[in-house]
């Protein structure tokens, strides 16, 4: 990753963050670990991507400090959101809500919920419910009213994805890996 090299860039620090953030498989990779994946082989499947590029996107990830690499010692390797890697809830929300509003005619494909009283999430993240802006970890992620599951039986890691959890609840599903 290079520094920007424009005179526009060096003085924008959007152009900084895409440096990060700014590949489709990086993002995705982040939303993953926001709905709770934290192996190498859970990413691999549920996201479908070449090995290959998702060690690449892991190693920048935990480079930047975006995702820590916790290793057992055992074997057991997970990848799970740093605080600054939490910090990107916002856009991700932003730009799930965004994609909803003009590539999703039949309504929401997720939607969010406080946990604690069901109630609603608006755009900015406040309950409908008790008003309350509400945390990352008390925010539960179902299948909305655009959802369309796919054909076929679904993987152990879509099937917990698409059942309502809160965000950031680790998925255990399978042995772990190594990588
Ligand atoms: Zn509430």
Redesign the pocket.
């Known amino acids: 990753m290079s520094l920007p090299s424009t005179y526009a860039d060096r003085n924008c620090s959007l152009a900084r963050a895409l440096e990060v953030v700014g590949e489709r498989w990086t993002l995705l990779v982040i939303r993953d670990a926001f709905f709770g994946v934290r192996r190498f082989g859970d990413f691999a499947t549920q996201l479908g991507l070449p090995r290959a590029v998702l060690t690449n996107r892991l190693k920048l990830l935990v480079r930047e400090g975006v995702l820590a690499r916790d290793d057992d010692g055992a074997g057991n390797v997970e990848y799970r959101l740093t605080t600054k890697g939490v910090e990107l809830w916002p856009i991700v929300r932003a730009l799930m809500n965004w994609g909803d509003a003009y590539y999703s005619p039949s309504g929401a494909r997720r939607s969010l919920r406080?946990d604690?009283?069901g109630?609603p999430l608006d755009h900015e993240g406040r309950?409908r419910?008790?008003?309350?802006v509400?945390p990352v970890t008390h925010t539960r992620i179902e299948p909305g009213p655009g959802f369309e599951p796919a054909a076929g039986t679904p993987d152990a890691v879509s099937r917990a994805i698409n059942t309502p959890r809160l965000l950031l609840e680790p998925i255990t599903t399978k042995p772990p890996t190594t990588e």
């Open positions: 406080h604690a009283d109630g309950c419910e008790c008003g309350g509400v």
